[in-house]
């Protein structure tokens, strides 16, 4: 059973949200919260699997929550974010805190469940399109961490440095796999030297490593 924290400061969108996620067998909404405070207060209480956590709240916003959930003692809950898209300008420094992915608050049914079971079970980035587009959207340029960052390459394969500038560009491993005519299996080994090498948590930080060690660009195809 996948116990999930629903944070968001509109009732309604709770509601909807819970609605969906106990329709289903193997999920369980375990608790509410309406700001950051109320979030970190039910995490430590209900020690959920997944929490979805909105942006901008009361109090204390989803931002400054998602880094707190994430520092604390573990067993740490996997973040996913929920957003606006067209307003949110704190995706990208949602990721770099640590949230596993991201939501569209318009998000359909199914997909809302399938987010929830993948990023439980260690994956993360549920939609490359999507998450590609708002990581043009969000990162213009090298962020000044940027020749440091690039230093820490050095210690990649070259097959490794291949493999993350794909993840970084939007590309599932079987697309990885496609273009680089490899086995999945073998794309999977390369993308766990990657995080064991870089300390990376999940898929979500590859992509932002991609983009702040210059690698990919806003707009590579």
């Known amino acids: 059973m996948i116990r999930v924290l629903i944070v968001d400061d509109q009732a309604l969108v709770r509601g909807g949200f819970r609605m969906i996620l106990e329709s289903r067998e193997d999920l369980e909404v375990v608790g509410e919260a309406e700001d950051g405070i109320a979030a970190l207060?039910?995490?430590?209480?209900?020690?959920?699997d997944v929490v979805l956590m909105d942006i901008r709240m009361p109090k204390l916003d989803?931002?400054?929550?998602?880094?707190?959930?994430?520092?604390?003692s573990p067993p740490r809950p996997k973040v996913l974010v929920l957003t606006t898209f067209d307003l949110d300008d704190y995706v990208?420094?949602?990721m770099r805190a640590g949230a596993s992915g991201f939501l569209l608050k318009s998000v359909a049914p199914g997909e809302l469940v399938r987010a929830v079971r993948v990023v439980a079970a260690g994956e993360a980035l549920l939609a490359p399109a999507i998450t590609k587009r708002l990581l043009e959207r969000f990162l213009h340029l090298p962020h000044p961490a940027t020749t440091a960052r690039s230093s820490q390459?050095?210690?990649?394969?070259?097959?490794?440095?291949?493999?993350?500038t794909l993840v970084g560009q939007g590309l599932s491993n079987s697309q990885i796999a496609e273009t680089l005519f490899l086995s999945q299996t073998t794309v999977k080994t390369h993308l766990a030297h990657v995080f064991t090498k870089q300390g990376l948590r999940d898929r979500v930080q590859a992509v932002i490593l991609a983009y702040e060690s210059g690698l990919v660009r806003p707009g590579d195809a």
């Open 41 to 48: 207060e039910g995490n430590r209480r209900l020690a959920p």
């Open 153 to 164: 390459l050095a210690g990649l394969t070259g097959r490794e440095l291949e493999v993350l």
């Open 62 to 72: 989803g931002l400054e929550a998602t880094r707190r959930l994430l520092r604390a």
């Open 92 to 94: 990208y420094e949602a």
